[in-house]
């Protein structure tokens, strides 16, 4: 399928639209057009979906139960339209070692990270991270990453690991953590990543890019 490409509309109140996200209410955001609605629909086969953007430079969404638990995630961590939160931090080495475990091995691409990092010195490791800067950007942990099916997915086939991986083995692995509470929160779950917020001190519009440094601080 052809590649496509937009810039995005200039605003007017007739391209406002409601978004259902989750459970949650419905959500203000601006729909992108008929040109890129039709390529996403072609190459999905349905004419169900649209390209929406969201305009506002803070988040329309508020924190979940679940989040609410853990004591280092804030209001300000929310994303727009991901889930949870903005930013999804993943260790390669954590990936390598899951799949010592699996029969079939899987990539980064099942667990869909917004920020991949290689060379941390024990698999798993960011889970339990305080801060993590990445160049200039400091981004301050919201909490681990629980994971649901989708991860079973096949990201180039769409097909379902008939066997439950490795969502399955993420569960059996049980990662330690020194925070009582967010142990008791997280037994029974497969943990692959660290939620993560910019940080409020962070600059805006800081760029990050392949080859930035990493440094992380524990809490």
């Avoid at 200039?10 to 209410?25: G, R, T, V």
């Avoid at 379902?160 to 569960?171: E, F, N, V, Y």
């Avoid at 029974?188 to 660290?194: F, P, S, T």
Wanted: proline content about 5%; glycine content about 6%; aromatic content about 8%.
């Amino acid at each position: 399928m052809a590649d496509y490409s937009f810039e995005l509309p200039a605003y007017s109140p007739d391209k406002d639209i409601k978004c259902q996200m989750f459970l949650e209410e419905n959500l203000n955001g601006m729909d992108c057009g008929d040109g890129v609605g039709k390529w996403i629909n072609n190459f999905l086969k349905t004419n169900d979906f649209r390209l929406v953007y969201h305009r506002g430079k803070t988040t329309q969404r508020q924190l979940s139960d679940n989040q609410k638990k853990f004591p280092l995630t804030s209001p300000h961590d929310v994303g727009t339209f991901q889930n949870y939160t903005s930013y999804l931090l993943i260790g390669e080495e954590s990936v390598h070692d899951l799949n010592r475990h699996l029969k079939k091995p899987v990539t980064f691409k099942n667990f869909r990270p917004t920020i991949l990092i290689s060379n941390i010195l024990e698999p798993f490791s960011e889970i339990k991270w305080g801060f993590v800067q990445i160049g200039h950007a400091l981004f301050k942990a919201s909490k681990p990453c629980e994971r649901c099916s989708i991860v079973t997915v096949d990201q180039t086939t769409g097909i379902k690991d008939p066997a439950g991986d490795p969502l399955k083995t993420l569960i059996k692995m049980k990662p330690e953590f020194d925070d009582d509470l967010v142990k008791n929160l997280m037994r029974n779950e497969g943990i692959m990543g660290l939620q993560l917020g910019l940080d409020e001190s962070s600059q805006e519009n800081v760029l990050i890019k392949v080859g930035d440094s990493v440094s992380v601080a524990l809490l």
